[in-house]
């Protein structure tokens, strides 16, 4: 029999670019087995070296955790879907009275008001409330507008980075002119120029384990629109510490995720990721691109998840896990469970107080890519000396090179390096690139490793060249 496995956005370069696959198999080992044998770039990813399943990876059987089932020996029957669900980086209402409402705010909110679920008593419950957004970025971006349109009272904002052009194409919150200023100091004049009513309270500084909980203790709800693992990790445990609720979002290129954890009632982020990929693995958006659109959807569905929350209305998504798929344009929700066994909210927990999140999430353990490096202006006088006899490798991927690419350049992307080694002149003398350097020091790696002693890498990558080599070359 064969059955469907549905592959995510972040693994479909290693299949081809298909989302779904079929596959024989009487259990889920089986057709995990002959994904892995049809798609072998796809094992490190899914499976550590011992052979079990990694920590960061979910398989889910039709809408349920092979985890609760029987794992990788769970029967599958035909018309099943195995859905592979990677990390990507409710309850009762938190205000129990609210602040009265003025004349004029009961006219802005009087759309809200004829809503019978929110009425006075909601839209009170509201301007009561104090919600904390991590991040004004691109989730952070809807999220916070919407909750300030919507009328709570207290938004606080934790941020320290600027606006930066490459930000505008999806993170609503700031404009053209605020390019350069702190992105707290766009984010709240635009928050009270849309309701002149909240109070935003800035906390421009880096989250960290000195400092979470603090920070967190004096909000009713957090919502997390941060764009790494050590952020996400140190959230959900500040939350779990203090009982918060964590309204979580996550987006990669054209697939986003939701869903609200609360130790109390439901799972914790630890509970369906008990660990983080390693660094590198799972690249981020500067890597791999976002569809503009996506964090305005799942930012919404947080900010929607964070007002049902105050006014105590509808069903949370504690406990579900929404997936969404914008070139599909289709929702899927899968259930999520606690985890008894879970280091922080199980029966017997073995984190107390926060911890170092960096170094749980690997940052700085990660391999160090090194080696000799090349300006891109010796590089140019160098192509001009040399000519031929010197081999550029670009090592991005084809839609990069479709934007800038230098001229002489070979394209071999990087997950396709391995396999093309023996396109190569092991006793030429190369030079690898690709958009900012990083890349690249892996491909030089790769390359030494596998006999190639004349190799460099151009520092800073493309960038660097058309900063100050081909100057009138699109920069992204």
Known sequence: MTITVSIPTPLRGF?????????PGETVGQVL?????????????????????????????NETDIRHLSSTATPVRPGDVLTIVPSIAGGSPAVETGQPLSHAEVLRYSRHLLLPEVGMAGQRKLKSARVLTIGAGGLGSPL?????AAGVGTIGIVDFDVVDLTNLQRQIVHGTSTLGRPKLES?????QDVNPNVNVERHEIRLTAANALEIIQEYDIVVDGSDNFPT????????????KPNVYGSIFRFEGQASVFYAAEGPCYRCLYSEPPPPGLVPSCAEGGVLGVLPGIIGSIQALET??????????LVGRLLLFDALKLRFRELQLRKDPACPICGANPSIRELIDYEAFCGIGAEPAYEGPEISAEDLRREMLDKGSSLVLIDVREPHEWDIAHIEGARLIPLGQLPERLGELDGHAEIVTQCHHGARSMKALALLKGAGFNRVRSLAGGIDAWADRIEVGMPRY
Do not use: M, P
């Not at 087995?33 to 059987?61: P, S």
């Not at 916070?144 to 300030?148: P, W």
């Open 232 to 243: 996400r990790y140190l959230v959900n445990d500040a939350c779990v510490l203090l009982g």
């Open 33 to 61: 087995d002959g994904l892995l044998a049809a798609h072998a770039g796809l094992r490190r990813h899914l499976i550590q070296e011992d052979g079990r399943l990694r920590t960061f990876v979910n398989l889910y059987l």
């Open 144 to 148: 916070s507008l919407y909750l300030a």
């Open 307 to 316: 007002i049902k929350w105050i006014i105590g209305a509808g069903d949370s």
């Open 15 to 23: 299949t081809g670019g298909r989302d779904t696959i079929d596959l």
């Open 187 to 191: 984010a709240a004049a635009r928050l």
